[in-house]
């Protein structure tokens, strides 16, 4: 942190000195339940309430949203999130659960609304009192996000929405919803529009959320099915046949590419605690026997587990040199790689720690002899989420090839 | 001491980077290279040593060779990471000359206190120097040699010289009845004998020589600590060399799939190729991105800067092997012939793959300090 802290403007050292101060003094109790790994697990009511009184705390003492202008409820400040973040981070407190929300939606609602909107959406968003989610798949259309055929029929100043959304992460807590919406059949990327939707008002009422379960047995995300569900043009960000434009601003910011930073807490150790990196592989390779003798005595398994901390620390000095544009040969070149990278590192370390475990991987969270309880089985079966979801690793690399190398557009 | 979070990669170093890059795509293009070096194509061609001195002499007189000589010894003084972007550009024209030996020099020289100094002086008044300390076995462990020096005379032999008939003098290891020393010989001096080895890439030489009754001035006493003290430097130079070459490489690729057309579209629409070169990249920025923070450590933190050299020429070797690979098959056909430039540097990423140590040779020396010494295991 100190690296961080000596090249701090004077605004971001005073506040970074306040959140340091105000964390110390405002730690939240510990959890009296199991948290999953991330937010995007969350499955009852108990997880849920305790993470968004964190999330409401810490936006209350201005630790959220704090590049935002004081108008839609943010900070006014500049360029202090990144600083709120790293302490929040240092301090390990527990995760934001509108991640949705805080990640993507927020973003996408602050350059793309009408002010109004902007105004009465951003406050209950940032404070975590309205959870978000984002309905962007459907049954049909997955890499090829435009195909979505969810029907927004316009009538005088309402719209009349018909259709099936899948993958929704939080839909089954979310007041809110970013929607991608087919309003011209004749066109493909033209005749997108995008909206918010209030969901949870309309659950029962041209809404219906039902859960999808993860090859871990764990729920999270969720079908949506809209059965003539009216919304208020009101709604609608930007103009319309602009929904792929707006879904951009979207899918930068989810990649971890965009403008503004995204307000990021976690660290909190807790019974769910899992960290995948290649420390912990490490720490398993001791602890495990092979043929005798610890798995970390083991010439092949060190040298897979040196490329996995040489994959780790690759990332993050290419986070460290994203930020120096005469050592980039292209602006986005490694920004673009950010989401794919950290999705692969991921599966492959929690891929290689099975490996490691031997026997004991066959071992799940039910079980007391799983080593590190079973999350590492858990972590490299949801990394399967990460590769896919967000625009699969395939996509990712075509967007590269695409963009940065220049290569020809595959679609 | 804390490392800046730019590497400090400061605006001189920018400054260096871009005009070494100007200067060998304006003095050097790969036509040239092409012209200068592969003139025979003979598999069981004699072994040469192509390069062109005129060039090199420019490069000595804007004093990019002395740039690592700290300045007291009359140099320039540049921290490493100037240096590293010089040596990427110097990569990516696959410029045949000495000075990734005379860096290499200068950094083990630099490491070895009061009696390297002298040395240093001849580096900065332009003296190029090549690394021999290496033995028959091709052993990359400092105090591998076989070379011994006793009553004032160095006896044996050094293998694996790089560049050997470009430059003037050599950086020698030697067995001494107090340890392994460090020791300075002219090429011509009397009883070195250069002998040529027949080598694949066309843009380097090498050599082994040997040493018979050479009088030899000593630079260190304690040349494993000198060595210790260097290596880093000296693997961190050559993996930007080889990210350099890598991004050629991906460059000249992509270059040439976006032209090549079959079934009616050019190549690199085809997911099958596309792909595997954003494989490529993503290999040289993970090395790059090591490489310039191994580059740092050595300035600013150098009690972090063998794990992190060990990480950029790890990664480095496995980026120039993907990189080298994908460069000639994604040429197709044309990429197998010798009038296509990709196999330069193919062949000169062969080389630099192995050179000082190969992937997994980094990775068994990183996990002895990550994870602890390998137990001895009865077997």
Known sequence: MSDSASKDSPEQAEFREYCRTWLQDN?????????????????????????????????????VGCDYPEAVGGGGRKDCQRVANEEMLAARMPYFPNIIGLGMAAPTVFYHAQDELKQRLLPRLFSGEDIWCQGFSEPGAGSDLASVQTFAERRGDKWVINGHKVWTSLAHFAEWMIILLRTDKSHKYDGLSYFVVPIRSALGKGVTVRPLIKITGETGFNEVIFDKLEVDDSYRLDELGKGWQVAMTTLLHERGAGELQTPRSGGLKNKGSHATTAANLIELARTVQRDGHAAADDPLIRDRIMQQLIREVGFAQNQRR??????????????????LL?????????????????????????????????????????????????????????????????????? | MTQPDNFGFNEEAALLKSSARKFFADKFPTSTLHALVAGDHRPDRPSECLWDRSLWQQMVDLGWTMLAVPEASGGVGMPAVAVAGLVEELGRAAFPCPLLGTLSATYVLAACGAAGEQALAEIAAGSSAALAITNAAGSWSAGDTDVRFADGKLNGGAWYVQDARKVGRLLVSAHTDAGLGLFWVATDAPGVNVQADTIVDLTRDQAHISFTDVAAEQVSANGLAALGQAMPAVWTMLAADMVGAAEWQLQTTVEYV?????????????QAVKHPLVDVMLQIDQAKSLVYNAACAIDCEPGRALQAAHMAKASASEA??????????LHGGIGFTWECFVHLYFKRQKHSQMLFGDAAWHRARLADIVIGPLAATAS
């Open chain 2, 320 to 329: 120039a092997a993907y990189a080298s690979g994908r460069s000639v098959q």
């Open chain 1, 322 to 339: 994203a930020r120096v544009p005469d050592l980039l040969d292209h602006p986005m070149r490694l920004l673009l790689q950010n989401k």
């Open chain 2, 258 to 270: 976006g032209t090549r057309q079959q079934f009616d579209r050019p190549l690199g629409f085809f």
């Open chain 1, 27 to 63: 730690r939240p109790p510990d959890p009296t339940v199991r948290l999953p790994l991330s937010a995007l697990e969350i499955m009852t009511t108990e997880q849920l309430t305790y993470l968004q009184a964190w999330q409401k705390a810490a936006y209350d003492a201005g630790l």
């Open chain 1, 342 to 411: 950290a999705s692969e590192i991921s599966q492959q370390t929690s891929e290689l720690a099975l490996e490691v475990a031997g026997a004991s991987a066959s071992l799940y969270l039910g079980d007391d002899n799983a080593p590190a309880g079973g999350q590492w089985n858990l972590a490299y079966m949801n990394s399967y989420g990460m590769t896919i979801a967000a625009g699969t690793s395939e996509v990712q690399r075509n967007i590269l090839g695409e963009r940065v190398l220049g290569l020809a557009k595959s679609k």
